[in-house]
T-cell receptor, first 115, second 112 residues
Framework: GAVVSQHPSRVICKSGTSVKIECRSL??????MFWYRQFPKQSLMLMAT?????????EQGVEKDKFLINHASLTLSTLTVTSAHPEDSSFYIC???????????FGPGTRLTVL | GESVGLHLPTLSVQEGDNSIINCAYS??????FIWYKQESGKGPQFIID?????DKRQGQRVTVLLNKTVKHLSLQIAATQPGDSAVYFC???????????FGTGTLLAIQP
């Protein structure tokens, strides 16, 4: 149980285009999901907290107009990187909060490369 | 505060030896701690957790020790195997929030 998937697993896009990444909880419902970004040889940095049916909460320094988050159902959150640039190239990882409230189940990550 | 990793410390151990990975956490209000294993190109995988009312917890081949006095967490892996090669992260919950703050990470390299 508690499986989280992400799609796509990797994506390559041209500079200036937008990319959507999906995060799904496959066998449980998640009111809250989290989006992280991880650069090579670095730790996971929380970008935003996604709440079903309400606006996401962004961490300091993360542009909400550039990283659009939609959490329209209890099993799906999407992250759209708008007008992507090479510096947005990174490993994006989502997690879904479990019923206990303090556990997070992580997805496999999405490798974004912006040319 | 948040931990930002600019370097990745490496622990090199012989196959079969025990590994001890250390973590200094940042927030004295944190009351829940987790160790994750991350293999290359994959998401973090839960290993073991511990709450602040405990100082030791054991799992299968792994033990987590918590020292709240010095804000230190360690992960012990018994009889390290090649499959244990990965980056290991500690994470804390920062107390009242449900957000996780990740440590810098340690690369565990297994020597044959």
């Amino acid at each position: 149980g508690a499986v989280v998937s992400q799609h796509p697993s990797r994506v390559i896009c041209k500079s200036g285009t937008s990319v959507k990444i999906e995060c799904r909880s496959l066998d449980f419902q998640a009111t809250t999901m989290f989006w992280y970004r991880q650069f090579p040889k670095q730790s996971l940095m929380l970008m935003a907290t996604s709440n079903e049916g309400s606006k996401a909460t962004y961490e300091q320094g993360v542009e909400k107009d550039k990283f659009l988050i939609n959490h329209a159902s209890l099993t799906l959150s999407t992250l759209t990187v708008t007008s992507a640039h090479p510096e947005d190239s990174s490993f994006y990882i989502c997690s879904a909060e479990g019923a206990r409230g303090d556990e997070q189940f992580f997805g496999p990550g999405t490798r974004l490369t912006v040319l | 505060g948040e931990s930002v990793g600019l370097h990745l410390p490496t622990l090199s151990v012989q196959e079969g030896d025990n590994s001890i990975i250390n973590c200094a956490y940042s927030n004295s209000a944190s009351d829940y701690f987790i160790w994750y294993k991350q293999e290359s190109g994959k998401g973090p995988q839960f290993i073991i957790d511990i709450r602040s009312n405990m100082d030791k917890r054991q799992g299968q081949r792994v033990t987590v020790l918590l020292n709240k006095t010095v804000k230190h967490l360690s992960l012990q892996i018994a009889a390290t195997q090649p499959g244990d090669s990965a980056v290991y992260f500690c994470a804390e919950n920062g107390g009242a929030t449900n957000k996780l703050i990740f440590g810098t990470g340690t690369l565990l390299a297994i020597q044959p």
